[in-house]
């Protein structure tokens, strides 16, 4: 399993809540959307006339993002997620979209993410690590896009994201001990890396880019709880051993 997929013809709407999202973090969404298909659609919501959002202002030229003009209604609330949340049915109905990448931290958009998915459409979330627990596990998977840029930096100078002896997150421990127990194993207690993957990501918004790594299985070694083998039948299997 792994969160850098072949590119098909998949095609990705991006909605972008400027007044919620860095332009510092646009590269590595474009990065790992780009690997989950062709992101066609690209929109990028806010009002413009705030100085707050002079940093996107560029960057809508050179990567092809329309701009979408929503003053604000009332002083001090902005209308931003309600016309980004309008155009995102809008294209829901309209059909043709595969998939929705959504960059905001806002958790308004919890309930957008699970209008989303009930039509069988992935969510690709984007955001901070503060981003509210309601509103990344709505999405198919969430990304930090903090975690994302420090990976990139980090193999970029030539250091590994994980290196050993790090102590493992507990959550991630938890999340991946749950869905081996959850899985089916042979007798010698090994299952198949692809039905953990399946499972950790049906309870869960789980990505393993958040953590440093494109796959499943390089993460899963880099955990001494787990070990790894290749099968009779070529397909890596874990065994959990403590």
């Known amino acids: 399993m792994s969160d850098k997929i072949t590119r098909s013809d998949a095609n990705i709407a991006l909605l972008i809540d400027a007044d919620n999202a860095s332009p510092d973090h646009l590269d590595q969404v474009l990065l790992v959307l780009g690997e989950l298909g062709t992101i066609n659609i690209r929109r990028a919501y ?3 006339a705030k100085p707050a959002l002079k940093g996107w202002g560029s960057l809508t030229g050179l990567h092809s ?20 949340t309008i155009d995102a049915m809008d294209l829901l109905y309209r059909g043709g979209i ?3 990448g959504i960059m905001s931290s806002d958790s308004d ?13 992935p969510v690709y979330g984007f955001g901070g690590a ?16 903090a975690a994302l840029a420090k990976n990139e930096q980090q193999a970029n100078g030539g250091a590994p994201a ?5 102590p493992v997150d507990p959550s991630l421990l938890e999340l991946l001990g749950s869905a081996y127990k959850a ?22 918004s789980f990505a393993t880019r958040n953590y440093g790594y494109t796959r499943l ?6 955990i001494p709880n787990f070990e790894v083998k290749t099968g009779d039948d070529g397909r890596l299997r874990v065994k959990r051993l403590r």
């Open 65 to 84: 993002i329309v701009p979408m003009q929503q003053f604000d209604i009332v002083k001090g609330k902005s209308a931003t997620d309600m016309r980004m």
């Open 46 to 48: 806010g009002n413009w």
């Open 183 to 204: 899985s089916e194993r042979d007798e010698e207690g090994y299952t198949t890396l692809s039905e953990i993957g399946q499972r950790a990501k049906a309870v869960s």
């Open 162 to 166: 994980e290196t050993p002896g790090r």
């Open 217 to 222: 299985s390089d993460l899963i070694r880099a």
């Open 98 to 100: 595969d998939g929705f």
């Open 109 to 121: 958009f919890l309930p957008l993410a699970q209008r989303i998915r009930e039509d069988g459409l």
């Open 130 to 145: 503060k981003t509210p627990l309601g509103f990344s596990q709505a999405c198919t998977r969430f990304f930090d896009v």
